[in-house]
């Protein structure tokens, strides 16, 4: 089991910036990628950037250039977002997958509220 808890969102004007951090605790070990997916309203959620335990990362085109995903030990991740956009404006999940004695896995946090007002 995984457990994942979200901080750092909140309103913020467009072009502003914020960091979402992601603490991961319990089988931190089996983790091999770590992410992040947002969720608008009326919108079904999508990937904004992922992470894998090797260093590799990938971003959606839309946030390409202007988020950057980070890793910080095995168990941090941290989304920092520059120059916001209000059509930014979503609910975040930090997500994580691991793989326990063959079996794929997919946990989630509660998610955290981003706003961008125009």
């Known amino acids: 089991q995984v457990q994942l808890v979200e901080s750092g969102g909140g309103l913020v004007q467009a072009g502003g910036s914020l960091r979402l951090s992601c603490a991961a605790s319990g089988s931190i070990f089996s983790i091999n990628i770590m992410g992040w997916y947002r969720q608008a309203p009326g919108k079904q959620r999508e990937l904004v950037a992922t992470?894998?335990?090797?260093?590799?990362t990938n971003y959606a085109d839309s946030v390409k250039g202007r988020f950057t995903i980070s890793r910080h030990n095995a168990n941090t991740v941290y989304l920092q977002m520059n120059s916001l956009k209000p059509e930014d404006t979503a609910v975040y999940y930090c997500?994580?997958?691991?793989?326990?004695?063959?079996?794929?896995?997919?946990?989630w946090g509660q998610g955290t509220q981003v706003t961008v007002s125009s």
């Open positions: 997500n994580a997958q691991s793989n326990l004695r063959g079996i794929a896995y997919s946990y």
């Open positions: 992470t894998t335990s090797g260093g590799s």
